[in-house]
């Protein structure tokens, strides 16, 4: 007979069948919204199924209410949907096991809990005793022999501690306190003598090393642990969400170990009848004789049910029926084909078709569209698994002509493998090794670069938080090796400004007088937004950057303006505010036209004035055409 | 003894080892290249295992080279990595059965096989008989029991053509045609009386309602087809391709049954080392004892290996090795995580961040900044699959405020599914009882709408294909609710239009004489895109839009502009061809000043130039401004 351990002050023990307050806003499921009907509909349909058995082996499990139901969807992001009797108390009973066998993981190893314990299906049924008869392992950790296998592996300082740990584990995962039920509990002890067998035949054959009695109680106490549905879908939207909780952000479980836990409850999850589970439901799951199933979509979500009725497996009925619906219904099994393999690469340009936002001068725009088509931007999106970097890598692979720069753009990606990481530094080794330059925009560090290498020859190359930055980084290289070999634009006074270009000489001097010079240090504040229509403003030497916060919360350039080039004129002519702050970005000397010597000028000099606006008008058209043009390239069939 | 069946002549006989020529040059892998770089890794590691030993129940399997080896990965979009021995021929023995079964599911139906052949792994070896001892059913189709029901029931018009409608339906899954191997026929037909025996017990428990003979004879036929590494790796890829051949585009099975033939794999196909093979490799899976293994990642790819030296379970050591090689280092578990269900929503925004590129008046503008934010547009992206629908819908139901426009954007999404469609209809019949219609962007109607209702009250609402005419419909709905109600535009004279305000009296009567007065019919083409300055254009009555040829093939628009507005100024100003065509998208009165005239108003009335050309400034700044917050706005962070 197993010896009742004294129970540690902590555990509180609630009466059976009572309310659990859940804790926590977010546990509140929807009572409206079109998933919230489609789980209504589901629970009325299994409703209707009263046939099975409530379990009887101690006569707590047969005093439930036999229509008790509970349906509840939890998504990996904690989003909680659920019917009927969500909060009903019940025992965990083989729910626990693939929760003690983590446990067990995480304390011993992979390998040493595998010496003890095998992962393959019995294809019998739970009470099995199913020993390997040659190593005498347990067959796998989900028939009882396994689980109080597992129980026994679990480390702690005493009985009762050990016990606690695998209690604390269960309230990880179910992201609240979950109680021992004293009542279930101590009828299993009294009548548990299979199990007891069980784990006397484990300690003989050397699998089990401490005393079978510790083993088997802790194997009691965990079964007999009060959960509610609710709980069950959010311990199996924690396995789904990776081991970690989605409403606490705890950790219960490494990811590795979720992995494990959810190929032994494939294969031996629901006893013998597995292979029609996975046939026909396809999600990792387990059941218990107390009623409760919990199945887990990996990745997505974790679904939990409550009707105490059993089949002839000791599964419940409508849990059965109802995973059945859901999986077919929301079409969640596991291995239903996707082609979220196909989509990894969004967008591929050349910075001929979308250049940067630097305004270039006509000479320098004669050389990027001859040679621009050396320069691509290559936009990926999805999960970079092995798969979507297979299909991204090929595709720049496959680029023909001469590339002599390329950006990967991996904003837009989610989750990045290992495997993914090692490929695109392969790619760029490879590319670099043919004289390709390659950058990322990758503000985030998904790959894993923090810093962007300066040294032309390191292979990881240069990273950019924003796609302008890095259009503007290809624009450079294919200057440099296709253009004259060239200083920076050299200074203008304002007579050699191409506003005043064409004038008569002497009107071009008359003009000049009336511009003021300023020299501001590199990042000054020239105009902040909002300001009022200040004068017309035209570089002389130096480059201004008009910016803006995006939604990302950085701020990036609306445009960069360099020597020869003007601005202010739309707020001149239009007489409205600023719309963006404008900032020196290297040291800028500047001529300004003073609005009132703007207007007048009309009266005094109409010739002047026209030849002024007529080049404004150009440099006006000329940027609305860059900018549609950049949209046209960037939005594709906006 | 089974009986040897006259073979038709349609079976080439190929001698045992021959390098068989593939068909197709899609068939060649790569040589170079990251991929190919990580599966010749794998394939070298792999390489000094020579451990295990031959199959020799048969001299024919005993008699191939024991070092013969090749790793081959088919992607499901058709491309195909592999090393070693890709085009050396051996017989596909057990990894047949998933491909009679599912046959045999085609012809029969998934409920009639299920009366004959369970789904249970079970756990003892492939040889074992295992029948279940109450229905008398095969435990699975991968044991040979299974398999040889499986083979009894596909149908034909004799034994003959039952047995070429294996061997062709294996053929559709390799994209070539595959030959029966004589000599491993003759073998196994002589020695295989343990198959015949299986095939006597199953005729007498009524499994089998053929001559048991025929049926043990058509299993040992589909066992002794030869295929290559490469032809394996097809015929994974086929099944990650959702039944249909990535290569010749054939379909080999319906979707719900690859469903069914995974899931049979995954929990049975590796015999009793089922449950090792999910934990450590975790992909649906079939051996055989010719040296065999193919496994496949659903929607993603197959991998197959050839090498003759087996374990104890009767599996390829080299291919277990190779398997577990690849699914750790590619990270092709079909358990792992992605993060896949959270990045349904791309980017949701109002019209007023982003209009659309019909350029409105100031009085509709005020009205758009103004109410503007409750017309949203949401563009989603990955596959729509139930998790990602469920944030779709619950992104959108979490919007607050009034919304009375919504335009779901679905082109960048993948693969949707029926409860995607139906979740996304019900939002909209939703949205529709708040007052709130709802469109699409879907131009290649993957929700299934073909036809845009024109009703307002039709739950469905309009389908567009491009953002820009479904920003345009928000508009029209929040200006007819929000705007005085009012007619079109009323048609302006010449000296009324807005280009010409402002000017005193006699001016403006004098330059309106200048202009010549055009109309055109709707989609009549005003100005080709190249053609040189042809004047200064200005709208009496009606539209014309610009419009290009984008990267999906669709012509969109560029910009629409209306009554009031002007066009040509920058191919004047410039001395540029213009770089859009121009047409009419309604009946349009036009008026017209020529290059000529144009240019010697300078001379003529310069004041009269300055006025013009200030107003022509401002609409050139207009455009820029309003194309640079389209950018900012869509683009984001560009």
């Not at 005093?63 to 509840?72: K, M, N, T, Y």
């Not at 990792?284 to 979509?297: E, N």
């Amino acid at each position: 007979m197993a010896r009742l351990l004294d129970l540690p002050d902590s555990v509180y023990i609630p009466r059976y069948g009572e309310r659990v307050a859940p804790t926590g806003e977010h546990l509140t499921p929807p009572s409206s919204g079109v998933v919230a009907r489609i789980i209504d509909e589901v629970y009325e349909l299994c409703r209707g199924d009263t046939s099975g058995a409530l379990a009887d082996y101690i006569p707590e499990l047969a005093a439930v209410q036999p229509d008790s139901f509970a349906l509840c969807l939890a998504t990996a992001d904690g989003q909680v949907y659920g019917s009927g009797d969500l909060d009903t108390a019940f025992t965990i009973q083989s729910i626990s096991k693939p929760f003690t066998y983590a446990l067990a993981l995480a304390d011993r190893g992979t390998a040493a809990v595998a010496e003890r314990i095998d992962v393959e299906p019995s294809g019998e049924p739970f009470f099995e005793i199913s020993l390997d008869p040659t190593t005498q392992r347990p067959r796998n950790p989900m028939i009882n022999a396994g689980a109080i296998t597992a129980a026994s592996l679990v480390t702690g300082h005493d009985a009762a501690d050990r016990f606690e740990r695998i209690r604390r584990s269960y309230c990880r995962f179910a992201g609240r306190d979950l109680r021992l039920n004293a009542d279930v509990y101590a009828s299993e002890a009294r009548t548990g003598y299979r199990n007891l067998a069980i784990g006397y035949l484990l300690r003989g054959a050397g699998i089990i090393d401490i005393d079978p009695d510790e083993a088997v109680d802790r194997y009691f106490r965990q079964c007999s642990i009060d959960i509610t549905c609710r709980d069950l879908a959010i311990m199996a939207a924690t396995l789904a969400n990776n081991g970690v909780n989605p409403l606490t952000h705890e950790r219960a479980l490494t990811a590795p170990l979720v992995e494990q836990v959810l190929s032994v409850m494939t294969t031996c999850g629901m006893y013998d009848a597995a292979g029609d589970w996975v046939t026909t439901v396809g999600l990792p799951a387990k059941s218990g004789v107390g009623g409760g199933i919990l199945a887990v979509l990996p990745g997505q979500l974790g679904i939990a049910v409550y009707s105490p009725r059993l089949d002839a497996h000791g599964s419940s009925v409508r849990g059965v029926k109802a995973c059945r619906e859901l999986s077919n219904r929301l079409g969640l099994h596991f291995l239903h084909v996707t082609r979220a393999a196909h989509t990894a690469i969004r967008a591929s340009y050349s910075v001929a078709e979308a250049p940067s936002r630097l305004r270039r001068d006509p000479e320098e725009l004669a050389l990027l569209r001859q040679f621009g088509d050396r320069a691509r931007m290559v936009e990926l999106n999805g999960d970079l698994l092995f798969a979507g970097a297979e299909s991204a890598v090929r595709a720049v692979e496959e680029i023909t002509g001469d590339l002599e720069a390329l950006v990967l753009d991996v904003r837009e990606v989610g989750d990045v493998s290992a495997i993914a990481v090692r490929m695109l530094e392969d790619l760029q080794a490879e590319l670099a090794a043919d004289g390709c330059r390659v950058a990322l925009v990758d503000p985030d560090a998904k790959l894993g670069h923090l810093e962007s290498s300066l040294d032309p020859a390191d292979p990881r190359g240069r990273v950019f938080i924003d796609r302008d930055t890095a259009a503007e980084w290809c624009e450079q290289i294919i200057l440099e090796r296709h253009g004259p070999h060239r200083t920076a634009h050299a200074a203008l006074t304002v007579a050699d400004h191409p506003a005043l270009a064409g004038l008569p000489a002497d009107e071009q001097h008359r003009l000049a007088q009336e511009f003021e010079i300023r020299t501001l240090a590199r990042g000054e504040l020239v105009v902040a937004k909002g300001s009022p229509r200040a004068g017309l403003f035209l570089i002389l030497d130096g480059r201004v950057r008009m910016s803006f916060a995006a939604r990302d919360g950085r701020r990036h350039r609306l445009i960069s303006l360099s020597t020869g080039m003007s601005f202010g004129e739309i707020s001149m002519l239009l007489d409205e505010p600023f719309t963006h702050d404008i900032h020196a970005e290297t040291t800028v000397r500047l001529a300004v036209l003073s609005p009132k010597r703007f207007d007048t000028l009309t009266e005094q000099a109409p010739e002047v004035k026209v030849a002024l606006l007529e080049r404004l008008a150009v440099a006006a058209y000329g940027q609305a055409d860059a900018a549609v043009r950049a949209l046209a390239a960037h939005g594709g069939a906006y």
